[in-house]
Each structure stands twice: as C-alpha cells, then as structure tokens.
C-alpha cells in the first residue's frame, strides 16, 4: 500500500525580541503534547506561501504580511510522508493567539528545545537555535 504524502506550510512567527510563538498540539491528535511551529495541510493545487496565509489567519488569528521560505523538510512516518515548508514570517497584523482553544505561548529563540517539538521539527528547532 502506497503511503499518503502530506504537503503543510508551517509559520515562524518571530517577533523584533527574537521571541518565537509556538503553539501546543491538542489531546487527540496526531502527536499530541508536542510544540508545533502553527500552520498546516495545503489543499489541492494550493501553493505552501498561500496555505501558510491561510492557516496562520485560521489557526492563530495573524494575517501574514511578511515571509519568506526558511527550510523545506520530508520526513517519513510508517504510515505517511510529509513535505513541510517552514517560512520565517517577520510582519503580521493582530496579535496571535491560539484560535482553535490550543495552548500557545511566546519563547525566546534561543531557548527553544528540540526534544519538545516533533520528530520532523527538531532540524528546524536546531537551526534557530543555531545548533547545527
């Protein structure tokens, strides 16, 4: 059986203090407990910059007025392959905040910890955190 391959578009939202915001996966969901970058699944033909748009305004209440492709990683499941597109997004308007009733939180960049985050993040969390 072929695997699915999941597209998502993922957001670093990071303010002029170097603070990050990260928000946490809820009970009963994939990867549950874990701190996610917010973002999410492209739909069909959608472009990643146009679903990261979309998805940080539906997830965290931000319209996106800044960003650019950070790092793409794949990263193989045992029952799926998932392509993320992580943009560093650097102007937004409104404040963020967990819009779903997620738990979300600002963090220093450079006291984020890979081990919190999932599997496919954790390059991502190196990188800012300069451990690579």
Request: some cysteine; glycine content about 6%; hydrophobic content about 40%.
């Amino acid at each position: 059986m072929e695997k699915k391959h999941l597209h998502i578009a993922a957001g670093i939202i990071r303010n002029s203090q170097q603070h990050i915001f990260i928000t946490q996966r809820p009970e009963g969901t994939h990867m549950a407990g874990f701190w996610e970058f917010p973002g999410g699944k492209l739909e069909k033909g959608e472009h990643p910059k146009d679903a990261l748009i979309r998805e940080l305004e539906e997830e965290v209440g931000i319209a996106v007025t800044d960003c650019n492709l950070f790092h793409q990683v794949d990263h193989e499941f045992e029952d799926r392959f998932i392509t993320l597109y992580f943009f560093m997004v650097s102007d937004w308007e409104n404040e963020p905040y967990g819009k779903e009733g997620q738990k979300s939180r600002w963090i220093k960049q450079h006291d984020l910890i890979a081990e919190d985050f999932p599997l496919a993040n954790r390059v991502i969390v190196d990188m800012l955190t300069k451990k690579v």
